[in-house]
T-cell receptor, first 117, second 113 residues
Framework: GAGVSQSPSNKVTEKGKDVELRCDPISGHTALYWYRQSLGQGLEFLIYFQGNSAPDKSGLPSDRFSAERTGGSVSTLTIQRTQQEDSAVYLC???????????????FGPGTRLTVL | AQTVTQSQPEMSVQEAETVTLSCTYDTSESDYYLFWYKQPPSRQMILVIRQEAYKQQNATENRFSVNFQKAAKSFSLKISDSQLGDAAMYFCAWEGGSEKLVFGKGTKLTVNP
């Protein structure tokens, strides 16, 4: 079946502009995650959605970052007033249930490479 | 906070040989999961193998196997009969009850023909 998809594949923007990154999880997966991969920081957790529960936003680095998940499926990560340090690969993952007690293996999309000039 | 350490930034192996990638982690939790992911230049993170901490038996997936030492908090990946397609970044990851994956910095594996 189809895997996790992300769009755009690459995004170049100017400092101060807003960007939206999209993630389509695997159909039927209730849990969705966003991670950031940068040279300096490695792979960092950003935010986690599980079903209809309030998202875990503990990894968002600043209030310029926000995410939503509509209808329990597609998710959008929004970065406002982008800064050069936001340049990174943004990875989305989904899992069937989430949580250590369930089927929790996370399946990743190909990522969006964001470059802020 | 949980940490995952991969002490080998780069490794190389000859085609058809065996290589072992190291991973150690620090946690006070007793129930957790450990993963190895492979990331080729395409950026796609691909699950290689998964280990539940409560299982004593080491996980295996074809040419890939792990050596899980819970007391030592060690989780190494062995790749047997290495192939050119195994060349990639390999990330060790930990997950406990918070559902967040904690990743190591990665090991770049080169396979020489």
């Amino acid at each position: 079946g189809a895997g996790v998809s992300q769009s755009p594949s690459n995004k170049v923007t100017e400092k101060g502009k807003d960007v939206e990154l999209r993630c389509d999880p695997i159909s039927g997966h209730t849990a969705l995650y966003w991670y950031r991969q940068s040279l300096g920081q490695g792979l960092e957790f950003l935010i986690y959605f599980q079903g209809n529960s309030a998202p875990d936003k503990s990894g968002l680095p600043s209030d310029r970052f926000s995410a939503e998940r509509t209808g329990g499926s597609v998710s959008t990560l929004t970065i406002q007033r982008t800064q050069q340090e936001d340049s990174a690969v943004y990875l989305c993952a989904s899992s069937p249930q989430g949580g250590a007690s369930g089927e929790n293996t996370q399946y990743f999309g190909p990522g969006t490479r964001l470059t802020v000039l | 906070a949980q940490t995952v350490t991969q002490s080998q930034p780069e490794m190389s192996v000859q085609e058809a040989e065996t290589v072992t990638l190291s991973c150690t982690y620090d946690t006070s939790e007793s129930d957790y999961y450990l993963f190895w992911y492979k990331q080729p230049p395409s950026r796609q993170m691909i699950l290689v193998i998964r280990q539940e901490a409560y299982k004593q038996q080491n996980a295996t997936e074809n040419r890939f196997s792990v050596n899980f030492q819970k007391a030592a908090k060690s989780f190494s990946l062995k790749i047997s009969d290495s192939q050119l397609g195994d060349a990639a970044m390999y990330f060790c990851a930990w997950e406990g009850g918070s559902e967040k994956l904690v990743f190591g910095k990665g090991t770049k594996l080169t396979v020489n023909p």
